[in-house]
């Protein structure tokens, strides 16, 4: 079946680092990729999608590019701020059927 | 208008109460979902309804029981829960469920079991 793979957490920068969080998956097909943020008290948020090989998602400085060959997915963002302190997870949705979530990493900002 | 609104925020229920988690959506939307998330883990798929049928169930206990009164609403209804059942629930709805479709999501309902 489809899987999500995360990089373990919980990760802690300091403002303005460079952010790199990892996600890998298995699936058959061509699936959808997502990355969701959730803070706290909160539901999931899109943070940005990519539908296809090689598509870059992008939103509020972050990206993530739909890398076929490695089955990769992972969230980039430049400079985090300490806004940026939330859980994120990495997601699939295939072209029919239900999403497959990643474990969700935690990160934190310090100032 | 782009929201999922879920109420109450906080439920506070014992094992013998009967109480009921409502969802709204006014997106058109014609897929919604019902989710389980326990403290730092992912939200868990728990009931899928497409075109206000009931398309997936997960294999939930018969103590929580979904309901789709029109594409707009969506409900959860709980009775004789137990307190491993405490958790955020989350409601979700999408376009529609075939197809890769984001979904948007509600603030969800924390729910005590005691």
Redesign the interface.
């Known amino acids: 079946g489809d899987s999500v793979t995360q990089m373990e957490g919980p990760v802690t920068l300091s403002e303005e680092a460079f952010l790199t969080i990892n996600c890998t998956y298995t699936a058959t097909g061509y699936?959808?990729l997502?990355w969701?943020v959730q803070y706290p008290?909160?539901?999931?948020?899109?943070l940005l999608?990519a539908?296809k090989a090689d598509d870059k998602g992008s939103n509020k400085g972050f990206e993530a590019t739909y890398r076929k060959e490695t089955t990769s997915f992972h969230l980039e963002k430049g400079s985090v701020q300490v806004s940026d302190s939330a859980?994120y997870?990495c997601a699939l949705?295939?072209?029919?059927g239900?999403?497959t979530?990643?474990?969700?990493t935690?990160l934190t900002v310090k100032p | 208008d782009t929201e999922v609104t879920q109420t109450p925020k906080h439920l506070v229920m014992g094992m013998t109460n009967k109480k009921s988690l409502k969802c709204e959506q006014h997106m058109g939307h014609r897929a919604m979902y019902w989710y389980k998330q326990k403290a730092k883990k992912p939200p868990e798929l728990m009931f899928v309804y497409s075109y206000e049928k009931l398309s997936i169930n997960e294999s939930v206990p018969s103590r929580f029981s979904p309901e789709c009164p029109n594409s707009s609403l969506l409900n959860l209804h709980l009775h004789a829960l137990q307190p491993e059942d405490s958790a955020l629930y989350l409601c979700a709805s999408s376009p529609a469920v075939l197809g890769s479709e984001k979904l948007f999501f509600g603030s969800g309902t924390q729910l005590s079991v005691l």
Not at chain 1, 41 to 46: A, N
Not at chain 1, 93 to 96: D, G, K, T, V
């Open positions: 699936p959808s997502f969701y008290g909160e539901g999931l948020q899109l999608k539908t859980v997870f949705s295939p072209l029919a239900k999403s979530f990643g474990d969700g935690t």
